[in-house]
């Protein structure tokens, strides 16, 4: 199986790739078109800002190719975030795979939300095997709306999107890679799809 981790001027490629080799998986980190479309699965990760993100996929021409990806493609944290429609960080337009808004935290609370979290309402093959309210590792300052496409929500003032799920993309807001045995579970059920 060949796996890809999109490059794209964001961190935490090599935390992802060092989860996949303790699975058993050898993923290459690439913007190269022809290997990211050649691939059986595409990791889109990233810890960054929005807006700069998107300018080096834009310029590559990497967000038209991801849009038109069959195989299963998994975004994690920024890389949810930029699958949806826009975001306020930098007020960017965004890939519009899901189609809802990435909004900043306000309210009184710490931001960003950085530490462990409970994942509720699970739904679909990615959580097959995990508890109701699991506890996933979380580092952001923004997020995801609910919508059709909320396949778990997490708590932190608002109830938000912690993972999206339309048609082969799949999103979580948490860092897998992270997250202990649960969210090498995550993977390794990405993985299987």
Known sequence: MKTVIIKYGSGNTRSVDFALRRLGVSGSV???????????????????????????LLERKLDTLIKELKQPVLGICLGMQLLCECSEEGNTECLG??????????????????????????????????????????????????????????????????????????GVQFHPEKSGTAGEMVLKNFLEL
């Open 30 to 56: 690439s913007d190269d078109p022809e290997e990211i479309r050649a691939a059986d699965k595409v990791i889109f990760p990233g810890v960054g800002e929005a807006s700069s993100a998107m300018k080096y």
């Open 97 to 170: 795979i899901f189609k809802q808004k990435v909004k900043k935290f306000n309210g009184g609370m710490k931001v960003p939300q950085i530490g462990w979290n409970n994942i509720s309402n699970l739904k679909g093959k990615l959580f097959k095997g995990l508890s109701e309210n699991e506890f996933m590792y979380f580092v952001h300052g923004y997020f995801a709306e609910q919508s059709k496409a909320t396949v778990a929500l997490t708590e932190y003032g608002p109830r938000y999107s912690s993972a999206l799920q339309n048609d082969n993309f799949y």
